[in-house]
């Protein structure tokens, strides 16, 4: 094997940490070598470095950019608000970066990221690494050997835990509207209605949400899309409050002109699971469930997803799920809010990039 990649991680300890084990992720494949971790707090700090066997820590991000001539920066917290700053640092450092999800509170922020990695000619990935795993592709697969039939529809479900609605939307909708796009291409149109109670949600509910996930507001969320290939597809999350997480009903189901085939959450069963029968009715046993085995942990995930970045980095391609992906998948969430409020279809891609809770309109402010 030739000479490792070098990689900074990002984390911040109480304040997003290191995302869904990113740092451990990356730390497993072999062609990584995790020359720092920077992290404020000093007892996470060393808690990463242990895992990942980083040669130095940094109490600050910028310091070790500084530092450090490094390939790959890793940015781990799930808290957003501060994604944009150490991206863009990063990229101008010279860095490819791998970012968690969502990239950005806004597709503003998001353009402006993937504007600077364009300038810096870097490769920016984003963290919806299910795309990655085998079970997704066998997935994938079964839908396109043709024994279901035709895909016609595609419905996302969210968790519909105490976070119903949009915070159950923005956490965890970014994971099926990337999946939705991997089947039916691009999304071209959504309807969406938000709703609180048995009211329609407006736009003065707005809230923050927790984890600087940044604005979101109702408890229950439906919405509609048409994609480019013709399937049509939905996401949906309503206030069931159902916490137990193996009864969560969290999974994408393609149903086809003859069959059903349904992808659930790794923590459930982990199981890609099939009917040959389009319609299913009380009492239908006709269920089959296909060898499949999600990863252990999270850091299973991004190591799937660590492999193909480094892949691209050294074969100059976008990684499998790039921040142009991850772009689409907040822009499909953002529709939502965007039809809901002005009580109509719209198209996609949105050509408003601000945040569609957001009071203020960017273009008319100075």
């Not at 509207?177 to 209605?193: F, L, P, S």
């Not at 609180?196 to 984890?211: H, L, N, S, V, Y």
């Not at 809901?340 to 990039?353: E, M, N, W």
Request: hydrophobic share 40%; glycine share 10%.
């Amino acid at each position: 094997m030739g000479e490792r990649l070098r990689a900074g991680i990002v984390g911040h300890g109480g304040h997003g940490n290191y995302g869904h084990q990113i740092d451990a992720g990356f730390a497993a494949e072999p062609r990584v070598l995790v020359a720092a971790v920077a992290d404020p707090d000093p007892e996470t700090r060393a808690a990463s470095a242990a895992r990942t066997r980083a040669q130095r820590q940094y109490e600050s991000w910028a310091e070790m950019l500084s530092h450090e001539d490094l390939d790959l920066v890793l940015v781990c917290p799930r808290w957003i608000a501060g994604h944009e700053e150490v991206v863009v640092a990063a990229l101008r450092a010279g860095a490819h970066v791998y970012c968690e999800k969502p990239l950005g509170q806004d597709l503003a922020q998001v353009d402006r990221m993937l504007a600077e990695a364009d300038r810096a000619g870097r490769l920016l990935a984003t963290a919806l690494p299910a795309v990655h795993e085998p079970r997704f592709r066998r997935f994938t697969d079964l839908l396109a050997s043709g024994e279901l039939g035709e895909p016609l529809q595609m419905r996302g479900l969210c968790k519909w835990d105490h976070r119903a609605g949009g915070e159950d939307l923005f956490v965890l909708g970014g994971h099926l509207a990337d999946a939705m796009r991997r089947i039916g291409g691009d999304a071209v149109t959504c309807a969406g209605y938000v709703g609180t109670g048995t009211k329609p949600f407006t736009r003065q509910e707005a809230r923050q949400g927790a984890e600087e996930i940044g604005l979101v507001g109702g408890d229950r969320v439906h919405a509609t899309y048409t994609f480019e290939r013709g399937l049509v597809g939905t996401i949906e999350s309503w206030p069931c409050a159902i916490e137990d997480r193996a009864e969560q009903p969290y999974r994408l189901e393609v149903h086809c002109t003859r069959g059903i085939a349904v992808l659930r959450a790794p923590y459930a069963d982990g199981s890609v699971w099939y009917t040959r029968k389009p319609v299913v009715y009380a009492g239908h046993d006709d269920w089959c469930r296909l060898d499949t085995r999600a990863p252990e942990s999270y850091a299973g995930y991004h190591a799937h997803a660590a492999a193909d970045f480094v892949d691209a980095v050294l074969e100059g391609r976008p990684p499998a799920c790039s921040g142009r992906d991850g772009a689409a998948a907040i822009e499909m969430l953002h529709a939502i809010y965007w039809s809901h409020l002005d009580g109509q279809l719209v198209r996609l891609p949105l050509d408003r990039r601000w945040h569609p809770l957001s009071e203020v309109d960017p273009r008319t402010t100075a």
